[in-house]
């Protein structure tokens, strides 16, 4: 079975612009989530997807969002980028949002501003 | 508010050796508790969750509420459980799915 796969694997910006990250879950999952781990900071939650609509968001600012796509694939979007936004960003995919369903990770993206 | 307490940054033990890492959370609810695991270039894995009380690569943890702990156990350590490890809760009464990571323990056995 794949795991879940995420890209770009590094991404270079600039402060102020945009970035956009993918995520494909493993087959037959319709919850994602976007975690960021940004040095000093540990695991943090950003969001979470199930069934195309936006469940839940962590304790990050509007410019933070993301949408999931009828293929459960997921995108998160960073606009007006900020150094402190230079963090792996992690996806993790599970099969319902209920319950003890364990959450799979991908290998994150580096993300670096410049 | 949900927290995870992983007291230990770094533990070092020596092969053969018993290894407790230890993880402690707040969380009024009923909480749901695992066990991550990040090898050296390599994702970050499940490893245990409290749910299924069982034994995965000779790793036990105990869910005690009264002291509101989920302690990583193994009794005799190898080389390749050098890694990092995070204790992970999922409070769903008051944040659904989402996952509360604590900072995590770099273990290293040595030879």
């Known amino acids: 079975e794949a795991g879940v796969t995420q890209s770009p694997t590094h991404l270079i910006k600039t402060r102020g612009q945009q970035a956009t990250l993918r995520c494909s879950p493993i087959?037959?999952?319709?919850?994602v989530y976007w975690y960021q781990q940004a040095l000093g900071l540990g695991l943090q939650f950003l969001l979470w997807?199930?069934?195309?609509?936006?469940?839940n968001r962590g304790n990050f600012p509007p410019r933070f969002s993301g949408r999931q796509f009828p293929n459960y694939s997921s995108e998160l979007n960073v606009n007006a980028l900020e150094l402190e936004d230079s963090a792996l960003y992690l996806c993790a995919s599970s099969y319902t949002s209920g319950g003890n369903q364990p959450q799979h990770f991908g290998d994150g993206t580096r993300l670096s501003i410049l | 508010a949900q927290r995870v307490t992983q007291p230990e940054k770094l533990l070092s033990v020596f092969k053969g050796a018993p290894v407790e890492l230890k993880c402690n959370y707040s969380?009024?609810?009923?909480?749901?508790l695992f066990w991550y695991v990040q090898y050296s270039r390599q994702r970050l894995q499940l490893l245990l969750r409290?749910?299924s009380r069982e034994s995965i690569k000779g790793f036990t943890a105990d869910l005690n509420k009264g002291e509101t702990s989920f302690h990583l156990k193994k009794p005799f350590a190898q080389e390749e459980d050098s890694a990092m490890y995070y204790c992970?809760?999922?409070?769903?009464?008051?944040?659904?799915?989402?996952?509360?990571f604590g900072e995590g323990t770099q273990l290293t056995v040595n030879p």
């Open positions: 087959s037959g999952h319709t919850s």
């Open positions: 992970a809760l999922k409070g769903w009464e008051t944040s659904g799915s989402r996952l509360t």
């Open positions: 997807y199930d069934e195309g609509e936006e469940r």
């Open positions: 409290h749910i």
């Open positions: 969380y009024s609810g009923s909480p749901e």
